[in-house]
């Protein structure tokens, strides 16, 4: 894609400006798709492509995506009056970062939800048979046809585990964003609508959500509820954890979801 043809899809005012900073990226379940400039972007990147990283088209799009980006970079500086080459370097300010990003790296609300990310993983291997066992019995009563309830019970499940696995990383990853923007120097202070609010209510969303589909699971793996209350647990200490850090978190407005 050209930068004219960029500059073409963003100027659309049908468009939500920045309404794809603080969604969950799950545009498959996104009725905002519409609204989103991202989506439009990425819908065109992809139409004449297969997105394979096995595929050298792939990698040829990647590296036009880089200096498409560099080039609209050069253009703002230059309206703006910014000379990007005559930045100098500043040891402070990169010393500054750095401690914001090993105090976002320590924060309890980080640690819980790293820790929670991995025995994510941890449960579904071990409760592997249990799946199989429950999936095989749903399968033989359907193909008797004697009631269409396994077939539903399977497809809820389903839907679940995609939620958790979705939400699995996004929560650590959002946290991280959130803590970083909080405490680097160039932080926004004493506005509710600054990056780090808005990346801590995304992960907020993410942590309710998961926990409400681990509830769910309870419903259908009772043999397993103490290792799903042990993941609940993780999950209710990284949001108390990242409500205590952003207590106004709740009160972002999030371009297109909460006007």
């Known amino acids: 894609m050209d930068k004219e043809k960029l500059k ?6 049908e468009f939500i400006e920045g309404i794809y900073n603080y969604c969950d990226r799950w545009c498959e ?3 905002m798709t519409t609204r989103c400039s991202l989506f439009a972007i990425e819908k065109e990147e992809t ?17 036009e995506s880089f200096k498409l980006a560099i080039e609209l970079l050069y253009d703002f500086a230059e309206e703006q009056g910014i000379d990007l ?3 100098p370097e500043d040891e402070e300010l990169i010393q500054k970062e750095e401690e914001a ?10 640690q819980k939800s790293h820790t929670y990310a991995f025995q994510v993983n941890d449960w579904f291997k071990e409760n592997k048979a249990n799946i199989d066992l429950k999936t095989e ?19 809820d499940v389903r839907n679940t585990f995609e939620i958790i696995k979705w939400y699995q990383h996004q929560i650590h990853v959002k946290i991280m964003r959130a803590l970083q923007g909080k405490l680097n120097p160039f932080g926004v202070e004493g506005s509710v609508q600054n990056d780090a609010n808005g ?4 992960a907020l969303l ?23 209350f042990s993941l609940l647990v993780l999950l209710e200490q990284t949001k108390t954890h990242l409500e205590k850090a952003f207590p106004q978190a709740e009160d972002f407005l999030r371009p297109g979801f909460d006007d």
């Open 8 to 13: 073409e899809i963003t100027s659309n005012r």
């Open 29 to 31: 379940r996104c009725s």
């Open 47 to 63: 139409a004449s492509r297969e997105l394979d990283m096995s595929n050298e088209a792939y990698w040829e799009q990647i590296g």
């Open 85 to 87: 080459d005559a930045i």
């Open 101 to 110: 990003r090993e105090a976002a790296k320590n924060h309890l609300a980080t």
């Open 137 to 155: 019995e749903w399968e033989t009563i359907s193909n008797l046809g004697l009631e269409k309830k396994p077939m539903e019970e399977a497809k």
């Open 199 to 202: 990346s801590a209510k995304v």
């Open 206 to 228: 993410g942590i309710s959500r998961s926990m409400a589909a681990w509830g769910k699971l309870l419903n259908h793996f009772p043999e397993s509820e103490e290792s799903i």
